[in-house]
């Protein structure tokens, strides 16, 4: 019970500080981590009260979606997806991809709460390619991690059909690269292998940065060797030090 009080009363004195702050963008960073954890905390209402001070739309919209999340998790899945669908008609209002954060939140958020279909939705309606991809990657990640490999299957397939263009390459790599340690941790190293592989046909594309390039095939070489790939590593590092030079 003293750690409970102790901890409202370090949250009451963290929100009077946040709201000290002049700088918008700190001030929507700070309020946000404070609602975040009022929501970890159980404390929802207020948690929502502190996320409807955010004017940054963007910051209060993974605000919100971080208190849907936890919403899910205490088993208020009806609650939890009016806060979902709040969230996300508030990250609508940011017309840049700066949201892209709030949207991965919120996906995540919506799949794990077994709202798959409007998850999918989510990345449906993202004109950024970079954005969407992160979003598909998050949502097959978890769904993956719930057990439900077929259709992690499927939506990671969805986010390698989209076009990386000339300066999307990298990100498309970074994120398969993330995709494989993930699967790796959760026992699929046959999987995180061949999404390993896929990382090094869409890293080769890479044209416009080759420092880039190789540092993204040196974490590859990493990767491969954690995994045991050892001479598969070396035929990948090798390829980044041509490409270094």
């Known amino acids: 019970a003293k750690e409970k009080v102790r901890a409202k009363e370090v949250l009451e004195h963290a929100l009077?500080?946040?709201?000290?702050?002049?700088?918008?963008?700190?001030?929507?960073?700070?309020?946000?981590?404070?609602?975040?954890?009022?929501?970890?905390?159980?404390?929802?209402?207020?948690?929502l009260k502190v996320a409807e001070r955010i004017i940054e739309d963007r910051r209060k919209a993974e605000a919100l979606a971080a208190i849907a999340t936890?919403?899910?998790?205490?088993?208020?899945?009806?609650?939890?997806?009016?806060?979902?669908?709040?969230?996300?008609?508030?990250?609508?209002?940011?017309?840049?991809?700066?949201?892209g954060k709030a949207l991965v939140e919120i996906a995540t958020g919506l799949t794990q709460a077994g709202e798959l279909e409007q998850a999918l939705k989510v990345a449906e309606g993202i004109k950024w390619a970079?954005?969407?991809?992160?979003?598909?990657?998050?949502?097959?990640?978890?769904?993956?991690?719930?057990?439900?490999?077929?259709?992690?299957?499927?939506?990671?397939?969805?986010?390698?059909e989209i076009p990386e263009g000339k300066w999307w390459a990298g990100w498309k790599a970074e994120a398969l690269r993330k995709i494989a340690v993930g699967l790796a941790q959760a026992g699929e190293r046959e999987w995180a292998k061949e999404i390993l592989e896929q990382a090094l046909k869409v890293t080769e594309r890479i044209e416009n940065d080759p420092t880039y390039k190789a540092d993204a095939l040196v974490e590859i070489a990493e990767k491969l060797s954690q995994m045991g790939e050892?001479?598969?590593?070396?035929?990948?590092l090798g390829q980044a030090l041509m490409v270094a030079e």
């Open 230 to 236: 050892k001479e598969w590593a070396e035929e990948v």
């Open 130 to 160: 970079h954005v969407k991809l992160e979003v598909l990657v998050a949502i097959a990640q978890s769904l993956a991690q719930m057990g439900e490999r077929k259709q992690a299957k499927e939506v990671f397939d969805k986010a390698l």
């Open 70 to 99: 936890e919403l899910t998790q205490t088993g208020e899945k009806e609650r939890a997806k009016e806060v979902f669908e709040y969230a996300l008609k508030v990250a609508e209002r940011d017309v840049t991809d700066a949201k």
């Open 16 to 47: 009077k500080v946040a709201e000290k702050i002049e700088w918008n963008g700190e001030k929507a960073k700070a309020l946000r981590e404070i609602a975040a954890v009022l929501a970890r905390m159980g404390q929802f209402d207020e948690a």
